[in-house]
């Protein structure tokens, strides 16, 4: 009996750190990949609340070493100095009213958390709130951490351990980043301390970044030491954080996702994947109408999912050829897919353009990030790309909200690649990834009316920007999407924004 307590207690803290705990209606987060804290506060007011966007995950803030002689690199946030909040992004006052001003405007704050490791070795030695180390005696004292905090013996992980042994994945160094050990009763009080701080805060859950490099026993002593969310930030009495762990797992290797799920929620890397491949033309459209775990994708609880992030898309961890913003008609549609399939909890990236996969965000010549711009149009400038703010792209979150937690019925394909289905009788979207056009009366689950789609255009008043789509009846229309067009899909539904 007390056996089977423990077990359930067990699936119940798991189960707690799978809900995002979006504000009701909500249902999409969105990556501000190196984003600074007053400008996604502003972004939070000025687009994502009002657009029904669900939350962000923000880079680390927690103080990184800087790195100029690779030209202040988007992964030197990636190498840490301390747990003090001071990044280029800002410092923890305005951290904190980041996260106030986001929860206000509905929109939730995730944490990416660097607990793995801290800095590789570098001829530079200053970190952004004016830390230092002493590398060669693995010593931070900004935390402070000395040598017995991490593992020993000192090894690096080479390419063949990922097939045969996990003992050296979880405790040598990725990468020459100095591997902490979190068994280390001190070392997890500092974990938790730097976690539980931010939690107080007001942000909702964490990406546990390297998670796979790391005992899912000492991850679990981790989780279940964190506080609950804060009720003052409008979370419900009891609500435990949103965890994702970064497990990659394309099969093969020795350490596999599974052992992470009885924990927490995991990183999908196989969705964007596949998705990428299928709307890249490597697989039929009409094979997704068994999408989700028939695919070897995790259970729809665990997932956390995604077609590119800040890794995949500059080829890491990715094993093929991830869509992202660069390749713009196919990647729209595989974002569409996304958010218009119930599996998995979607996560958008918004990027800055970059052609130099090493390269980090838009600065000055003193290495402070440049803010985004918001021209006429609505998209960004100064060198970021805002994928969040194209109109499909933002479209298709409103579209997600509104078919809520609704499944998928009256699926529709010609057998190739021209797809079609409904969201209950919410909401409905086509596509067509053939070489002729898509002309066919199709079940759209929609009362009688007409409707803007919100592809191609907005609702203005009493018309719409773009096509318009007239619904019988029987709910039946006719659906028209040309090969020559700028999309590949058409979506409607009941919502204010289509429904004229």
Known sequence: MMRVIVLLFGLGLALAYKNPHYAAGRTTMVHLFEWKWDDIAAECERFLGPRGFGGIQVSPPNENLVIWSANRPWWERYQPMSYRLITRSGNEQQFESMVRRCNAAGVRIYVDAIINHMSGTWNQNDGTGGSTANFGEWHYPGVPFGRNDF???????????????????????????????????????????????????????????????????????????????????????????????????????????????????????????????????????????????????????????????????????????????????????????????????????SSFAFTNTEAGPPMDNSGNIVSPSINSDGTCGHGWVCEHRWRQIFSMVDFRNVAGSTGLNDWWDNGSNQIAFCRGGQAFIAFNNDNWDLNQSLQTCLPAGTYCDVISGSKSGNSCTGKSVTVGNDGRANIYIATHELDMMLAIHRGDNSRL
Request: include cysteine; hydrophobic fraction near 40%.
């Open 151 to 349: 593992n020993w013996p000192h090894c690096v992980i080479q390419g063949n351990d990922y097939g045969c042994c996990p003992e050296r994945v979880r405790n040598c160094e990725l990468s020459g980043l100095k591997d902490l050990n979190q068994g280390s009763e001190y070392v997890r009080q500092m974990i938790v301390g730097f976690m539980n701080r931010v939690i107080d805060m007001g942000v909702a859950g964490f990406r546990i970044d390297a998670a796979k490099h790391m005992w899912p026993g000492d991850l679990r002593v981790i989780y279940d030491r964190l506080h609950n969310l804060n009720t003052a930030h409008g979370f419900p009495s009891g609500a435990r954080p949103y965890i994702y762990q970064e497990v990659i797992d394309l099969g093969g290797e020795a350490i596999s996702r599974d052992e992470y799920t009885s924990l927490a929620a995991v990183t999908e890397f196989k969705f964007g994947l596949e998705l990428s491949r299928a709307f890249q033309g490597g697989n039929q459209l009409t094979w997704l109408t068994n999408w989700g775990p028939q695919w070897g994708l995790l259970a729809h609880a665990d997932a956390l999912t995604f077609i590119d992030n800040h890794d995949n898309q500059r080829g890491h961890g990715a094993g093929g050829n991830i869509l992202t913003y660069k390749n713009a008609k196919p990647y729209k549609a595989a974002i569409a897919f996304m958010l218009a399939h119930p599996y998995g909890e979607p996560q958008l990236m």
